[in-house]
């Protein structure tokens, strides 16, 4: 019974994927099992959610919230980490230390909008991403969320979606 409550506590109701403490723990049980093995972290936020709630209500919202969750996982290999990191904001983790890997995949989920029908009609959305590669250039996972979240914010303020990688001084004025 315990376990059950666990498991429903590092879920999001939503989408059904890890929220943001059941993604930090899936990070550090794999980290504690092989000893600081190199991984890619990416943030990435829903592009136009915000206006849609506002214009259409927040069913449409949940609708593109959920449809977005099932790409992650479709896009992601299995043993990665995706969650939903809270409001329109998801994160992915893919371990081995490949950034080309996480690029690949951030490239199949920002190339292309994603559609959701909502009131018989349709409604485009995209998505943003930022990451950041451990150990090169984050010393712990602190850093690492900070600079992907620091990417992502660059990216934002380029007026530009798609995806970013990490560079030192994203992050100025931003710590």
Not at 20 to 37: N, P, Q, T, W, Y
Not at 117 to 127: M, N
Request: glycine share 10%.
């Amino acid at each position: 019974r315990l376990d059950t409550v666990e498991q429903l506590a590092a879920r999001d109701e939503l989408t059904g994927l890890l929220n943001r403490r059941g993604v930090d723990h899936a990070i550090a049980k794999r980290l504690a099992a092989s000893k600081g093995e190199p991984y890619s972290l990416a943030l990435m936020d829903i592009d136009g959610v915000k206006v849609a709630n506002n214009t259409h209500g927040r069913e449409l919202g949940d609708i593109a919230l959920t449809r977005i969750a099932r790409e992650l996982e479709r896009v992601f290999p299995e043993g990665s980490v995706v969650g939903r990191n809270g409001g329109d904001e998801f994160i992915a983790v893919l371990f081995g230390g490949n950034a080309q890997r996480m690029e690949t995949c951030l490239a199949e989920l920002t190339d292309e909008d994603i559609a959701c029908e909502y009131e018989g009609e349709s409604h485009v959305f995209s998505l943003s991403g930022g990451y950041v590669v451990f150990p090169e250039q984050a010393d712990d996972l602190h850093s690492v969320y900070t600079k992907a979240d620091a990417a992502l914010h660059a990216l934002r303020h380029s007026d530009r979606h798609g995806f970013v990688r990490y560079a030192p001084g994203m992050d100025d004025g931003r710590e």
